[in-house]
């Protein structure tokens, strides 16, 4: 194992949550740092570190010729670039400071250089139109990684404009002024892309070269458009971190650098959006400031935290200084403070441990240092308010509401943050995706996403049980047609909103354009948060016959010496149309599960079955949870037999909640629900209010009711 990092000389007093101060960001960039350094023999060394993994990550070794060359010159540029992000602001504090006898400002002088403008030497990024040559591919859309990297380079070359920039000959400016103009005006991918361009564009304005306007600004505009509201920007067809990392990271940036004297429309509405997301944002990190593993590009973790720094930029900033700070200092040891986070020093390509169910094939070994972002803070003063405001927690400790729920139609994410175990819990929507692309529905079409649990892979079944792979999936249902075999899942989820505190949203699976949605099985998603995690009571849409479907939990980390209990309970079920059977009592099923997760952390986590589910069954695993090399899953089973038949169950209730901590689960909190009221007389949910009664005060609330009506109005995408 590595050595984890360590906060050396906590102070309690301004941060009396984290012990995180600038001196302890300092140390913790150099941490990231030195397994860089460490790496390299001499400062002529390119910036890239040992590869561990070919199979995933670029370059790839089956590519074509002229597109591997362009591969290993783009890792290079990450490397360089990314670990610039860090490096920057550490130069702009300290001009000599020195990592493995390396002077920073001597060695990112040097490669910058070498990267950019020495056409004959090893480290040669090329230019775009060198890039064209390269790969033989003249499409006029065609687009590249170093435009990317661009981006992070002119970030860092701003923030440490003295200390590096400033130091260049005119000469030397000139050619890279050149180099970068080529990648500013050229094709890029329609989405956050179009920020990269823009900064370039800005900071070589900003030193007084020419650029074109028009194509700032249709670049702009289409930034612009892409707005949803609550903050938050759409990028492709996707709401993930991109949204915050990206768009209110760069476009900040851009308002300082260009917009509010160009175009100040535009820099106007770019704040505006900023400090919308503010308002709600700090909702997004649970209790411990911990990042969520969610959507694509998760080995950029705390990066996430950097849309607070930024918004500090602008003109008129609303965030809270002692909330970003808290917020930023508790995902940084999140990652930090454990022992499997980096692999050869260096940041591991996974969210805590190395694990590639996340990876993606457009990474390399170093594009882990985009999380560098959130070292930007620290070209904030030392007497800048993010710096000398007592770290406060909001809402977490200033509430006597044991859940806080925040839901945001723009991007269709409802938040949910659980005073009882500090965990925050998202449920999103307007989610599509091709129904192959399995680990696109593990990054956005879970049913929820916790910030204490990761999503898991598809399990794999180490044991014999009732279950193979592909069977059971972590929160996600999975539907079998037992007519063929063919198993499915839920690769778009639309979204309905919040109705009287119940979210609602409808999951297709294998949706496609080509077929009518009346021939695609669904599920109508009706959920509701409880202290400890989340009760749902979700309706079948189905119209095949002999289909089985199954619905698991959150991962659960094994430590070879998990335990596990079952428990039952009773409910009363009544019909409000006067049903022969009248009321009667129905079982209700637990399986709790106590262990550790590798860091030695007690952790708890139970699934509760109710009508609807004809069993409750775990599943073990291997290789599928970032946390830990084996896994558990809890999953429940419901079947389907008939092709019409009302007597069969519509609703399927559940709920599965966690703790830290080994505490039993009292009995209400594992069986919360006193009595299910059915409007139809089959008692199955057909049509109708479900009206659930609980036993005790839970979230709140002492009853809800379900009720799916009229969701086909306000189906969002």
């Known amino acids: 194992m590595e050595k984890a990092f360590i906060v050396k000389d906590p102070d309690y007093e301004i941060s009396p949550y984290t012990g995180m101060t600038r001196k302890h960001w300092i140390e913790a960039g150099v941490y990231l740092l030195e397994g860089l350094f460490k790496n390299l023999t001499s400062i002529e060394d390119a910036p890239v570190v040992p590869r561990t993994e070919t199979e995933v990550t670029y370059p790839h070794l089956d590519a074509p010729k002229g597109e591997q060359e362009a591969q290993i010159r783009a890792e290079i540029f990450e490397g360089l670039t990314r670990t610039f992000f860090i490096a920057s602001v550490l130069i702009h504090n300290d001009p000599e400071i ?102 370039d564009m800005a900071f070589l304005h900003m030193e007084g070269y020419e650029i074109d306007e028009h194509v700032m600004r249709e670049h702009a505009q289409a930034i612009l ?43 106007e509405k770019f704040e505006e959006a900023s400090n919308e997301l503010m308002k709600t944002y700090p909702d997004f990190f649970d209790g411990d400031g911990y990042t969520m593993m969610w959507g694509r590009s998760c080995i950029y973790r705390f990066a996430a935290v950097s849309p607070f720094d930024c918004n500090f930029l602008l003109k008129n900033p609303k965030a809270d200084p002692g909330r970003a700070r808290r917020i930023a200092s508790g995902s940084l040891l999140q990652f ?52 000398t405001a007592k770290e406060n927690n909001g809402d977490w400790d200033n509430t006597d509401k044991m859940v806080k729920v925040t839901t945001l139609d723009g991007p269709a994410i409802s938040m949910s943050n659980h005073k009882e175990n500090k965990t925050t819990i998202i449920r999103t929507g307007k989610v599509v995706k091709d129904h192959s692309d399995v680990h696109g529905m593990w990054n956005y079409s879970k049913l929820s996403f916790n910030s204490k649990y990761p999503w898991e892979a598809t399990p794999k079944c180490l044991e014999s049980s009732a279950v193979k792979e592909g069977d059971v999936d ?78 698991g939990s959150y991962g659960f980390p094994d430590d070879g010496n998990v335990e596990v209990v079952h428990k039952e309970s009773t409910y009363l079920v009544t019909s409000m149309e006067g049903s022969d059977s009248e009321e009667r009592e129905e079982t209700c099923k637990a399986i709790i599960l106590k262990g550790r997760d590798s860091q030695g952390i007690e952790k708890q986590m139970a699934m509760t079955v109710y009508k609807g589910f004809s069993e409750i069954s775990t599943v073990r695993s291997k290789g599928t949870n970032p946390d830990s090399e084996r896994s558990i899953v809890i999953y429940g089973k419901c079947e389907k037999k008939n092709l019409y038949d009302s007597s069969e169950d519509y609703i399927l209730i559940s709920q599965v909640i966690t703790k830290e901590s080994h505490a039993d689960f009292s009995e209400s909190e594992l069986f919360p629900i006193k009595s299910v009221e059915y409007a139809d007389k089959d008692m199955t949910g057909a049509y109708g209010d479900v009206n659930i009664s609980l036993k005790d005060n839970v979230a709140g609330r002492t009853s809800l009711c379900i009720n799916y009506e009229q969701m086909e109005g306000k189906l969002m995408l």
């Open 225 to 267: 458009a892409y707005y949803a509201g609550d903050g938050w920007f759409r990028d492709g067809h996707s709401f993930d971190y991109y949204s915050c990392w990206a768009f209110n990271v760069y476009a900040p940036i851009w308002n300082i650098w260009y917009g509010y004297e160009n175009a100040p429309y535009i820099a």
């Open 474 to 551: 972590s929160m996600q249902y999975v539907l079998t047609d037992n007519n063929d075999g063919k198993k499915s899942l839920a690769n778009v989820t639309f979204w309905h909103g919040e109705k009287d505190g119940v979210l609602y949203r409808r999951q297709f699976f294998n949706y496609r354009l080509d077929t009518e949605c009346h021939w695609i099985n669904a599920v109508n998603l009706a959920d509701f948060p409880v202290n400890s995690g989340i009760l749902r009571a979700d309706k079948l849409r189905l119209y095949r016959p002999n289909v089985t479907m199954t619905l």
């Open 336 to 387: 930090l403070t454990r022992d499997d986070f980096l692999e050869n020093m260096v940041p591991s390509l996974g969210f805590y441990k190395r694990f590639m169910p996340l990876v993606q094939g457009y990474s390399c070994a170093e594009s882990v240092y985009w999380l560098g972002k959130a070292f930007l803070c620290l070209h904030l003063p030392k007497d800048h308010p993010f710096w």
């Open 98 to 199: 020195e990592i493995g006898g390396i002077r920073l400002r001597d060695y990112y002088s040097r490669h910058i250089l070498k990267a950019l403008t020495e056409k004959d030497g090893n480290e040669y990024v090329s230019t775009y139109e060198d890039l064209v040559q390269i790969t033989g591919n003249s499409d006029p859309t065609r687009v590249y990684q170093q435009t990317v990297e661009t981006c992070a380079l002119v970030i860092g070359l701003w923030a440490c404009r003295d200390e590096i920039w400033n130091r260049y000959s005119k000469k030397e400016k000139d050619d890279i002024a050149a180099f970068l103009l080529g990648y500013a005006h050229a094709s890029t991918v329609p989405q956050n892309w179009r920020l990269f361009n823009m900064l």
